[in-house]
């Protein structure tokens, strides 16, 4: 059983900011595709944020520019460092990962990941 470990969730006012890491298993290689997605109370997952096996990123609209995505490889560490956060973004938040290669582009949909951590809880109020 793979384990994702997601920390630096928490609560934190509007504007405020967190970062995310996620800790995978010596074997999640750099040849893996990585991502964050969120869920809130009463609504489906959705995409946050994804890096490739060559580090090409993508950001979801409602993030973009706000947030960044990042991995070292040398840790087998993901990051997602959260700026100016605002209450829509509370949720659970997951790291997943995905056998992928050089030049393949990521799932956009968390069904589509194999491993996924436990989750770690962001709450931003007004």
């Known amino acids: 059983q793979v384990q994702l470990v997601e920390t630096g969730g928490g609560s934190v006012q509007a504007g405020g900011s967190l970062r995310l890491s996620c800790a995978a298993p010596i074997y999640i290689s750099n040849s893996y595709c990585m991502g964050w997605f969120r869920q809130a109370p009463g609504k489906e997952p959705e995409g946050v944020a994804t890096?490739?096996?060559?580090?090409?990123?993508y950001l979801a609209d409602p993030v973009r520019g706000r947030f960044t995505v990042s991995r070292d490889n040398a840790k087998n560490t993901l990051y997602l460092q959260m700026n100016s956060l605002k209450p829509e973004d509370t949720a659970t938040y997951y790291c997943?990962?995905?056998?992928?290669?050089?030049?393949?582009?990521?799932?956009?949909?968390?069904?589509?990941?194999?491993?996924r951590g436990q989750g770690t809880q962001v709450t931003v109020s007004s």
């Open positions: 890096i490739d096996a060559d580090r090409r990123t």
């Open positions: 997943a990962a995905e056998p992928s290669g050089r030049g393949v582009h990521c799932y956009s949909s968390l069904t589509m990941y194999r491993y």
